[in-house]
């Protein structure tokens, strides 16, 4: 598959930017969307934009995944060959209780994107799900059959977006991959997860907030 030209929505994040100048250090060009909503400090993309803007293979556009026309320009402008969608509302514990608007960005966004993919002819889509949809699931190492187990609405809106995309793709010829992405840290990782907080409180000294009874175990990837 000949590719020249990648979308990437959610690019000024931190995997989106990480993603995005992998991307173009290997010759793409990389067309960036991201609202920089204010999930955490802003402050954070902001810089992981400044760092994008240096390289000429790269176009941002903040536009948000809800403004379907929008994207459309986009996709109409450049012609991406492949679409990577990393933009949607994160986190199980801030999900609670915004179950509509949860739904609304990460469901009907991603079914906005999917639709601009098809619309411009793209040869593959990649979205990135998660690793919540297993839920409390006891059953390790998790496999991709499992049934899913969403106790979140952050996690119900991920399965049922990987549904929405697993119907369009078979009506479609647009390749589909969904990810299930266990929780992410690396180089600019996201400010309001515990890699960042439990290093920022050892160098500053400050007490981390436990939650649970401390015996709970998590997987990261890199």
């Keep these: ?9 959610g690019c000024a994040g931190f995997i989106g930017s990480t993603l995005s100048k992998r991307l173009i250090s290997q010759g793409y060009l990389v067309v960036g969307v991201d609202n920089l909503n204010t999930a ?32 459309i320009k986009i996709s109409q402008r450049h012609k991406p060959e492949v679409i990577v969608h990393l933009a949607a509302l994160t986190g199980i514990r801030s ?18 994107v999917f639709e601009v993919g098809l619309q411009s002819k793209s040869q593959l889509f990649i979205f990135s799900s998660s690793s919540s949809i297993y839920g409390n699931n006891n059953q390790t190492p998790f ?24 119907k369009m793709s078979k009506k479609s010829k647009l390749r589909t991959t969904i990810l299930r ?12 997860m ?24 998590r997987l990261y990837l890199y």
């Excluded at 598959?1 to 929505?9: A, D, E, G, N, P």
């Design 40 to 71: 955490y400090n802003p402050i954070y993309k902001k810089h992981n934009l400044q760092t994008l803007h240096s390289f000429p293979q790269f176009h941002f556009y903040k536009t948000d995944i809800l403004d379907k026309k929008a994207l």
């Design 1 to 9: 598959m000949k590719v020249s030209s990648i979308l990437i929505t």
């Design 194 to 217: 515990a890699p960042y907080l439990f290093t920022e409180a050892a160098f500053s000294k400050k007490v981390i907030t436990l939650f649970g009874n401390g015996t709970c175990q």
């Design 181 to 192: 992405l266990f929780s992410v840290y690396g180089p600019h990782g996201r400010p309001d």
């Design 95 to 112: 999900s609670l209780g915004k179950a509509s608007i949860y739904e609304k960005v990460n469901i009907e966004g991603t079914q906005n």
């Design 143 to 166: 496999q991709e059959l499992q049934t899913p187990d969403p106790r979140s609405p952050y996690a119900k809106t991920k399965i049922e977006a990987e549904k929405l995309l697993k």
